[in-house]
């Protein structure tokens, strides 16, 4: 008993600390010979914050179009939970993610669970067919943006691809490791959640709930909401990105096509499994920055000061959904099982 019990210990931390110690690994590697007092100087008198808080807006904005989208997948599913109890779940979702990556799909499914008697099987599907609609967003975005910056790609190819020397620099750049190293993290993660969901399903027997879940997108009453929806979702993460390049006087030239590359690949690397893709996020958007001629160092800061202020957001949005979720359902009982 002791023996078991001290390996699921052993399972849970090192669920917490390898996306942490990766994130923290390749946030060094990547900050390596930082100047960290210029981020003062910087936070002190050369940021906009008005145009920092406007891009903000836009992050609770995505939050709350993904929320209501929810609802229109669980509809189908004679599931109806409160608007605002989905929103405030994705809320917690979100923030649950940075203790543990990805742990966030698995919590708001509980939320709906405890706070309307939501099916958790069902809602778990739900929130596969989202990742998956998700993904396909990705992958078209990548895409035109490919297209509509292959000169951009294709210079990073020559510049990086053509020395005859190429194959002995790829193993001896730190570049090389820290992709890697995320391409490692990628497949134990992947790993981990398929032992994971074959066990969860061999013992609670939901497989055929997470299937009408994943299914429940063929029978929403409102495709072109749903579709809204979705574009909305989407276009609030670009401009929450996108808008603050106008807080810093380096980045505030930069264009539209520029913020789509660094979007695209920055929305890549938080699939690595690291705590708000600290990290992969920081170097992918660092090595771009760099590609349209921002230094080094005022690549880092940007970086640096966005992603944290973009954590902080969520960090508020979680523990207001923590508060405000049992003070908005002191009414209600659970009527499904």
């Known amino acids: 008993m002791e023996r078991s019990e001290s390996k699921k210990l052993l399972n849970k931390l090192w669920q917490v600390l390898l996306p942490v110690v990766l994130g923290v690994a390749i946030l060094l590697w990547t900050y390596k010979g930082f100047d960290f007092e210029r981020v003062w100087s ?34 189908p599913l004679n599931e109806y939970p409160k608007l605002s109890n989905s929103v405030y779940a994705i809320f917690v979702s979100y923030a649950a993610n940075l203790v543990i990556p990805r742990i966030g799909e698995v919590s708001r499914c509980g939320v709906l669970a405890k706070y309307d008697g939501v099916s958790f099987s069902k809602s778990l599907g739900t929130v596969v067919t989202e990742r998956i ?22 210079r990073f ?7 005859t020397s190429f194959i002995f620099h790829l193993f001896t750049s730190t570049n090389f490791y820290i992709t890697l190293a995320c391409i490692i993290a990628l497949i134990l993660l992947a790993y981990y959640l398929f032992r994971k969901l074959s066990v969860f399903a061999k013992v609670k027997g939901i497989l055929n709930d997470i299937w009408l879940g ?57 699939v690595v499994p690291t705590p708000n893709g600290a990290g992969p996020w920081h170097f992918a958007v660092i090595t ?3 590609m349209y001629g921002i230094s080094k160092d005022d690549a880092g800061i940007f970086a640096l000061l966005v ?30 099982s």
Request: hydrophobic share 55%.
């Open 133 to 154: 609609i998700d993904s396909l967003c990705v992958v078209m975005i990548t895409f035109v943006t490919l297209l509509l910056q292959s000169g951009v790609f294709a």
């Open 307 to 336: 992603h944290g202020i973009q954590t902080f957001l969520l960090i508020l949005l979680g523990i207001y959904g923590l508060v405000a979720l049992p003070l908005t359902n002191k009414q209600n009982k659970p009527t499904n």
């Open 288 to 290: 771009m920055m760099m």
């Open 157 to 163: 190819i020559k510049e990086t691809g053509t020395d």
């Open 42 to 75: 910087v936070l002190d008198g050369e940021v906009n914050y008005w145009w920092m808080l406007f891009s903000l807006v836009f992050g609770v904005f995505g939050h709350l179009f993904r929320g209501w989208r929810w609802n229109l997948s669980l509809a």
């Open 214 to 270: 994943c299914m429940s997108l063929r029978h929403v009453d409102n495709l072109p909401l749903f579709i809204i929806y979705t574009i909305g979702i989407w276009l609030c993460y670009f401009l929450q990105f996108y808008v603050a390049f106008f807080s810093f006087d380096f980045s505030s030239d930069l264009g539209l096509m520029a913020g789509l590359v660094m979007f695209v690949v920055g929305s890549i690397a938080v």
